[in-house]
């Protein structure tokens, strides 16, 4: 008899042993009973006989649904780091780390899946016959070389197309079992067009190319602009062409579509796609083609970075600095570390990309642990945004835009270019108020006020999503004269429609994007020029490439200047920064305008007058004089409860616990930035020390007294090791 060790799906902080007949593999899914229940857990090791308490209770493992390891070696030692680091239940790390349907307990085997092969009839004809239908011709010349998964030819080439070469009988459909070839991509990869690097890109390709084979961490630092995609593109063709696989991390699924395009064109070769719009069953084909070795490119979002690879070559983490890269519940983990910890095991190198790297990202360049790779010009001769600040104050103001910047905007229509107006709210307003008693309408679940969102006709809550109709009276004084305070994207738009009557227009938020391909549809009617006018929120500013916009229009920032999280700065600092790099990206000058009524602030004034390298070594000066991350390691411990204090209770006995190991600074418990969500208040613990080991010991030796906190089974309560956002 065997005791196997079990990582199961289930939020405790601990293995289970089982019994089974013989020892299994490390990685290999079984099925044991848990409770009532009966869970798919994954087998990481085995332990002696007499290691094990209480052997006559153990239960026997029910079904073992592997003949082989799923979960590799070098992707079980991350795991195990994981869980370690981010002290989470190790069964919920190694589910997360697996496809959907492998975590169901699903074979991981290849699967029937719906081909386009040609018929005996499309054999016998040639691809002549379809002169006049150009997209049913190039889906016929691409099914004489190869099938085609049925999905990707509508893809491709369009779902009219496909049905009409099935309607004339030329191809058919067909049920079948995919065969995966090892370095499959071999045999399609062709070098396409490619510029001449300038020096700057030549001396940062040569250095990632002598990086081959070993580990080594870059930070490539390069304004908007300045090719950044195109090192990857050259820093990575000779690893294609040796038959090793990259995996590139994107933070949007916005960004994924003009990212695999530009790759496809570059190499002629097929690239795996994951992230959240990506149907559960196409992830797994994604998963088990990488793992087959037969995908040399591989993209995707946060969760890409558990992809197995057969022959990795390289990792690649484009515009680093961005939130989205960090979990923000369940296993927070942050992909771009995860990244670092998978690249050295691999012994591969990891590319870090960004025109606004994240201040840990920059400190651990400037301080020689990560090569630093700077480009610091624009590529192909274009000039850089020229920054300005906009004085709003005591300037008539039309739907949130100053007079000023009104005719800056119109210089730029006149002359036919295209004008990107951020806006930091999406909705009409953020808020809805009685004109007469000055009572807001709240969302009561979490004591903010409701957007207005015109459109819909409805209220929303941004931080519980809540819905309600709007209303007609003032709950408190029944006076109908209810008004809108603010500005967001509805409004805006609406506005813009009448002061520029004839213009054509377009709003990008998450209200306007929803659906597949929407936002790629969206952004190439942009760049095809059928819009003058955008209006959007963050989700413009993410490295896409407008080379017809010459204006960027920033409104009310003034906000990010006077919030309590220390890291608003930064995030202010990237986000202006980043949206200036959509300006003037081609032949013609870009401007970009900040509209303030705060125009002397020092942040402001750094940032258009010395540029984001300036501020970001400067605000790394100031971290270190308060005494601040990265020069200090850092973890929050958060509980929320309906009754607050059952939630400050739990995180005062907390700091009670911790107060015993001395060498811990602790602050708190406060309120978090959004005391209230859901229902819900919300307070954090924040501990932190200048190094890692101590306080992740103190943490070790801590958790076992929290869970046992008369509070800890009343409250909702996390940690998050090395958090980024204290809201």
């Given at each position: 008899m065997?005791?196997?060790?079990?990582?199961?799906?289930?939020?405790?902080?601990?293995?289970f042993t089982y019994t089974h007949i013989a020892s299994l593999d490390k990685g290999v899914r079984v099925m044991v009973p848990f409770g009532p229940r009966k869970l798919v857990g994954v087998v990481v090791g085995t332990v002696q006989e007499a290691?094990?308490?209480?052997v006559e209770k153990l239960k026997p493992i029910e079904d073992v649904i592997d003949d082989k390891p799923i979960i590799d070696d070098v992707l079980l030692k991350m795991a195990q780091w994981l869980w370690q680091y981010y002290h989470h239940a190790p069964g919920e790390v190694l589910h997360a780390m697996l496809p959907v349907l492998l975590r169901k307990g699903e074979s991981p085997d290849p699967t029937a899946q719906e081909m386009l092969v040609l018929s005996e009839q499309g054999r016998a004809e040639s691809a002549d016959t379809l002169s006049r239908a150009p997209k049913q011709k190039a889906c016929f010349e691409a099914l004489l070389k190869?099938?085609?998964h049925a999905s990707q030819a509508r893809k491709l080439y369009g779902a009219p197309a496909v049905k009409a070469l099935i309607d004339k009988g030329m191809v058919t459909l067909a049920a079948m079992v995919p065969t995966f070839i090892e370095?499959?991509?071999?045999?399609?990869?062709?070098?396409?067009?490619?510029?001449v690097p300038d020096t700057e890109q030549s001396v940062a390709i040569a250095a990632l190319n002598r990086q081959h084979g070993s580990f080594a961490v870059s930070l490539l630092e390069g304004v908007t602009g300045s090719g950044k995609t195109e090192v990857y593109l050259q820093a990575i063709e000779p690893l294609l062409k040796e038959g090793k696989q990259v995996l590139i991390l994107v933070p949007e699924i916005g960004l994924t579509p003009q990212t695999v395009a530009r790759f496809e064109k570059r190499f002629g070769i097929e690239v795996g796609v994951l992230h959240s719009q990506v149907p559960d069953k196409a992830r797994l084909h994604v998963w088990q083609r990488a793992r087959a070795g037969e995908l040399g490119i591989i993209i995707g979002t946060r969760s890409a970075i558990f992809t197995p690879l057969k022959h990795p070559g390289m990792i690649i983490v484009d515009e680093e600095h961005d939130e989205s890269f960090k979990q923000q519940d369940g296993l927070r983990y942050h992909a771009r570390d995860l990244a670092a910890m998978r690249a050295k095991q691999h012994n591969i190198p990891l590319l870090l990309g960004s025109a606004t790297p994240a201040l840990e990202t920059l400190n651990n360049a400037l301080s020689n642990r990560y090569a630093h790779l700077q480009l610091t010009k624009r590529a192909g001769g274009a000039s850089s945004t020229h920054q300005h600040v906009l004085d709003a104050r005591d300037q008539p103001i039309h739907y949130g835009i100053s007079q000023g910047l009104l005719t800056i905007m119109r210089q730029h229509i006149t002359t036919g270019n295209q004008v990107l107006v951020f806006v930091n709210r999406r909705g009409y307003a953020p808020a809805m108020l009685c004109h007469h008693c000055g009572e807001t309408v709240m969302c009561k679940r979490c004591d903010r006020p409701?957007?207005?969102?015109?459109?819909?006709n409805r209220l929303q809550c941004h931080h519980c999503s809540s819905t309600r109709a709007m209303p007609n009276n003032c709950e408190a004084c029944h006076s109908s004269e209810l008004v809108t305070a603010g500005t967001g994207t509805e409004q805006v738009e609406q506005g813009l429609a009448s002061l520029f009557p004839g213009v054509k227009q377009v709003r990008i938020d998450s209200d306007t994007v929803r659906g597949k391909d929407k936002l790629h549809q969206t952004l190439d009617a942009i760049n095809k020029r059928e819009y003058q006018l955008l209006i959007g929120t963050q989700i413009l500013s993410k490295g896409h490439h407008f080379p017809h916009v010459t204006l960027v229009a920033v409104l009310d920032c003034d906000g990010a200047l006077f919030s309590a999280d220390f890291r608003a700065p930064e995030k202010l600092a990237q986000l202006v920064t980043q949206l200036a790099g959509r300006a003037g990206r081609a032949s013609k000058p870009g401007e970009m305008w900040l509209q303030t009524h705060n125009p002397q602030h020092p942040l402001l004034q750094d940032l258009v007058h010395n540029g984001y390298g300036h501020f970001a070594r400067h605000a790394l000066m100031e971290r270190k004089a308060a005494r601040l991350p990265p020069f200090i390691s850092q973890f929050v411990i958060r509980a929320e409860a309906t009754d607050s204090a059952l939630a400050y209770r739990f995180l005062q006995d907390s700091k009670a616990i911790f107060s015993q190991q001395?060498?811990?600074?602790?602050?708190?418990?406060?309120?978090?930035?959004?005391?209230?969500?859901?229902?819900?208040?919300?307070?954090m613990l924040v501990c932190s020390h200048e190094k890692r080991a101590p306080l992740?010991?103190?943490?070790?030796?801590?958790?076992?007294?929290?869970q046992a906190l008369p509070q800890a089974t009343k409250v909702r309560w996390s940690v998050d090791i090395d958090p980024t956002d204290f809201s």
């Amino acid at each position: 008899m065997a005791f196997i060790q079990v990582a199961v799906p289930a939020p405790l902080r601990q293995l289970f042993t089982y019994t089974h007949i013989a020892s299994l593999d490390k990685g290999v899914r079984v099925m044991v009973p848990f409770g009532p229940r009966k869970l798919v857990g994954v087998v990481v090791g085995t332990v002696q006989e007499a290691h094990v308490e209480n052997v006559e209770k153990l239960k026997p493992i029910e079904d073992v649904i592997d003949d082989k390891p799923i979960i590799d070696d070098v992707l079980l030692k991350m795991a195990q780091w994981l869980w370690q680091y981010y002290h989470h239940a190790p069964g919920e790390v190694l589910h997360a780390m697996l496809p959907v349907l492998l975590r169901k307990g699903e074979s991981p085997d290849p699967t029937a899946q719906e081909m386009l092969v040609l018929s005996e009839q499309g054999r016998a004809e040639s691809a002549d016959t379809l002169s006049r239908a150009p997209k049913q011709k190039a889906c016929f010349e691409a099914l004489l070389k190869s099938q085609l998964h049925a999905s990707q030819a509508r893809k491709l080439y369009g779902a009219p197309a496909v049905k009409a070469l099935i309607d004339k009988g030329m191809v058919t459909l067909a049920a079948m079992v995919p065969t995966f070839i090892e370095h499959g991509w071999l045999s399609t990869l062709h070098i396409g067009e490619k510029p001449v690097p300038d020096t700057e890109q030549s001396v940062a390709i040569a250095a990632l190319n002598r990086q081959h084979g070993s580990f080594a961490v870059s930070l490539l630092e390069g304004v908007t602009g300045s090719g950044k995609t195109e090192v990857y593109l050259q820093a990575i063709e000779p690893l294609l062409k040796e038959g090793k696989q990259v995996l590139i991390l994107v933070p949007e699924i916005g960004l994924t579509p003009q990212t695999v395009a530009r790759f496809e064109k570059r190499f002629g070769i097929e690239v795996g796609v994951l992230h959240s719009q990506v149907p559960d069953k196409a992830r797994l084909h994604v998963w088990q083609r990488a793992r087959a070795g037969e995908l040399g490119i591989i993209i995707g979002t946060r969760s890409a970075i558990f992809t197995p690879l057969k022959h990795p070559g390289m990792i690649i983490v484009d515009e680093e600095h961005d939130e989205s890269f960090k979990q923000q519940d369940g296993l927070r983990y942050h992909a771009r570390d995860l990244a670092a910890m998978r690249a050295k095991q691999h012994n591969i190198p990891l590319l870090l990309g960004s025109a606004t790297p994240a201040l840990e990202t920059l400190n651990n360049a400037l301080s020689n642990r990560y090569a630093h790779l700077q480009l610091t010009k624009r590529a192909g001769g274009a000039s850089s945004t020229h920054q300005h600040v906009l004085d709003a104050r005591d300037q008539p103001i039309h739907y949130g835009i100053s007079q000023g910047l009104l005719t800056i905007m119109r210089q730029h229509i006149t002359t036919g270019n295209q004008v990107l107006v951020f806006v930091n709210r999406r909705g009409y307003a953020p808020a809805m108020l009685c004109h007469h008693c000055g009572e807001t309408v709240m969302c009561k679940r979490c004591d903010r006020p409701y957007t207005v969102h015109k459109a819909q006709n409805r209220l929303q809550c941004h931080h519980c999503s809540s819905t309600r109709a709007m209303p007609n009276n003032c709950e408190a004084c029944h006076s109908s004269e209810l008004v809108t305070a603010g500005t967001g994207t509805e409004q805006v738009e609406q506005g813009l429609a009448s002061l520029f009557p004839g213009v054509k227009q377009v709003r990008i938020d998450s209200d306007t994007v929803r659906g597949k391909d929407k936002l790629h549809q969206t952004l190439d009617a942009i760049n095809k020029r059928e819009y003058q006018l955008l209006i959007g929120t963050q989700i413009l500013s993410k490295g896409h490439h407008f080379p017809h916009v010459t204006l960027v229009a920033v409104l009310d920032c003034d906000g990010a200047l006077f919030s309590a999280d220390f890291r608003a700065p930064e995030k202010l600092a990237q986000l202006v920064t980043q949206l200036a790099g959509r300006a003037g990206r081609a032949s013609k000058p870009g401007e970009m305008w900040l509209q303030t009524h705060n125009p002397q602030h020092p942040l402001l004034q750094d940032l258009v007058h010395n540029g984001y390298g300036h501020f970001a070594r400067h605000a790394l000066m100031e971290r270190k004089a308060a005494r601040l991350p990265p020069f200090i390691s850092q973890f929050v411990i958060r509980a929320e409860a309906t009754d607050s204090a059952l939630a400050y209770r739990f995180l005062q006995d907390s700091k009670a616990i911790f107060s015993q190991q001395h060498a811990i600074e602790m602050n708190g418990p406060f309120p978090c930035l959004i005391e209230k969500r859901q229902g819900r208040f919300r307070f954090m613990l924040v501990c932190s020390h200048e190094k890692r080991a101590p306080l992740h010991s103190a943490l070790r030796l801590a958790l076992p007294f929290l869970q046992a906190l008369p509070q800890a089974t009343k409250v909702r309560w996390s940690v998050d090791i090395d958090p980024t956002d204290f809201s």
